[in-house]
Each structure stands twice: as structure tokens, then as C-alpha cells.
């Protein structure tokens, strides 16, 4: 049953990020920039997670903060990175193709990192049958942008 969940709570996250993305897109557009609608997105994100963590959090975890390697607060960089792209790229390619594309590029490098087992990822192994699916997921991504 737990499974269950966790499946219709990823499925749920896909169908949010496909509207929660190009909302940002759109914010941009109001302002004028993409760079100015990423500071907010991260702004009210930030916020919303301090609020989350005062209700529910648990504050006898702060002090582990100094216990994560640095390299992986590169997170953050990597979640505005990817947040300024979506809010670029959506405009000019499309909500359509912009998450076909998106999609492709994390079938490829999941396919990867579960396979070494990268960054704690239960390992995976590369199989044909996976290879030829991701190679599916990349090809209906060509034929479909095209």
C-alpha cells in the first residue's frame, strides 16, 4: 500500500511541476525578467519552507547542517539554475516540448546515476531493456519536438 502512495505522490509531482514551471514562466512575463521571477520564486520557496519547518520540522537537526559535504549545497545552484532555465525556456520552446525534453535528459542521467548507484542511489544496473526504453524516451522526445 506504502508503494501505492509513493507512486501517485510522484505521479502528483510530475502534474504540478508541468503547471508550477510554466507559472513561473508566466510571472516573468508580468515582470519583465526571468532573473527577477527566479529571485521571487526562491524568495516565496524559502519562506514557505521556514514556515513547513517552525510546524513540523524538527530544530535538533540544524546542528547536522555542518556535517554535509559543501559540494552538495551545490543543490541550490543547481535548483536556480534550473528554475531561470524553465522560466527562459518555456517562451521560446513550449510547455510541450520543454518537458519532453526535460523528461529525455532525466531518463538518460537516472538511468546512469542509478546504475553506479551516484550520490547514495540504490544501484540499478544498466540492462538492454532499460537502454532500449530510455532510447524510446529519446527518440519519441525527437520525433515529438520535430
Same mark, same amino acid.
Given at each position: 500500500?506504502? #508503494?501505492? /502512495?509513493? &507512486?501517485?505522490?510522484? *505521479?502528483?509531482?510530475?502534474? =504540478?511541476?508541468?503547471?508550477?514551471?510554466?507559472?513561473?514562466?508566466?510571472?516573468?512575463?508580468?515582470?519583465?525578467?526571468?532573473?527577477?521571477?527566479?529571485?521571487?520564486?526562491?524568495?516565496?520557496?524559502?519562506? #514557505?519552507? /521556514?514556515? &513547513?519547518?517552525?510546524? *513540523?520540522?524538527?530544530?535538533? =537537526?540544524?546542528?547536522?547542517?555542518?556535517?554535509?559535504?559543501v559540494y552538495l549545497y551545490l543543490t541550490g545552484f543547481v535548483s536556480a539554475f534550473i528554475v531561470l532555465g524553465t522560466t527562459f525556456l518555456i517562451p521560446h520552446l513550449g510547455s510541450r516540448t520543454f518537458f519532453i525534453l526535460l523528461i529525455a535528459g532525466q531518463i538518460v542521467m537516472a538511468t546512469i546515476v542509478s546504475n553506479y548507484g551516484i550520490l547514495s542511489s540504490p544501484k540499478d544496473p544498466i540492462t538492454l531493456r532499460k537502454v532500449f526504453g530510455a532510447l524510446l524516451v529519446v527518440l519519441g522526445a525527437i520525433i515529438s519536438t520535430h
Open positions: 500500500m506504502q #508503494t501505492i /502512495i509513493y &507512486i501517485l505522490l510522484a *505521479f502528483l509531482m510530475g502534474v =504540478t511541476t508541468s503547471v508550477y514551471l510554466p507559472m513561473n514562466s508566466s510571472v516573468s512575463k508580468h515582470i519583465g525578467s526571468s532573473i527577477t521571477a527566479n529571485i521571487t520564486f526562491f524568495i516565496v520557496a524559502l519562506l #514557505t519552507s /521556514i514556515l &513547513i519547518f517552525i510546524l *513540523f520540522g524538527d530544530f535538533n =537537526t540544524l546542528p547536522n547542517l555542518k556535517a554535509v559535504p
